[in-house]
């Protein structure tokens, strides 16, 4: 199974922009690149995911390396609702065995 | 609307009893998990199933046991076996192929 990387944590200023990155340097080339987070007490929620290509939605952009060993999820305007914990994980085409790491502890200072 | 529902929130269990924790899902999900997490942890995988009366062991499935016998439901059970039930139990849903994962809000199970 592949496995990741991730800082234990993080801190951001409300309003600027946050870097949360993740190493996944034996990811296979068929895994997707999975980024969820999760509010205390509460289950983890989709965030975004990508395969080789940056990737953007509503909630935040997706930098995936050319060589696929690392990705950085990009919160553009970190408000203090963005204060979690954020996981990266590899995720096998077929959705089997899906294992997350730590996370990143994300906090925002207002 | 369509989700993924855990019961009970809370559950308080005496040592030696085996409980059993409920997960339903109606988004028409082939594939289900459980997971376990522990105070300042991240999520450490039970079992998972990706088909009707099938499933997988994962990485701590020491002292659990699960059954699938309809696409929405995967309960889980903590068996006396376990040595530290003590956690907060998440199950997630997710199609076949690609897509992202559905977690339920999750149980919190104490034993005393």
């Known amino acids: 199974d592949a496995k990741t990387t991730q800082p234990n944590s993080m801190e951001s200023n409300e309003e600027e922009p946050v870097h949360l990155p993740c190493n996944h340097s034996?990811?296979?080339?068929?895994?997707?690149i999975h980024w969820y987070r999760q509010l205390p007490s509460q289950g983890p929620e989709y965030v975004i995911h990508?395969?080789?290509s940056n990737v953007n939605n509503r909630m935040a952009s997706l930098a995936i390396a050319e060589d696929r060993k690392s990705s950085t999820l990009i919160l553009h305007r970190a408000t203090l609702r963005d204060a979690a914990v954020y996981y990266c994980i590899p995720a096998p085409g077929a959705n089997s065995k899906l294992t997350f790491g730590k996370g990143i502890t994300l906090s925002v200072r207002p | 609307d369509g989700g993924i529902t855990q019961s009970p929130k809370y559950l308080f269990r005496k040592e030696g009893q085996n409980v059993t924790l409920s997960c339903e899902q109606n988004l028409n999900h082939d594939a289900m998990y459980w997971y376990r997490q522990d105070p300042g942890q991240g999520l450490r995988l039970i079992y998972y199933s990706q088909i009707v009366n099938d499933f997988q062991k994962g990485d701590i499935a020491e002292g659990y046991s699960v059954s699938r016998e309809k696409k929405e439901s995967f309960p889980l059970t903590v068996t006396s076996a376990q040595k530290n039930p003590t956690a907060f139990y998440l199950c997630?849903?997710?199609?076949?192929?690609?897509?992202?994962?559905?977690f339920g809000n999750g149980t919190r199970l104490t034993v005393t």
């Open positions: 034996t990811i296979s080339g068929t895994d997707y």
């Open positions: 997630a849903s997710t199609f076949l192929g690609n897509s992202p994962l559905h």
């Open positions: 990508g395969l080789t």
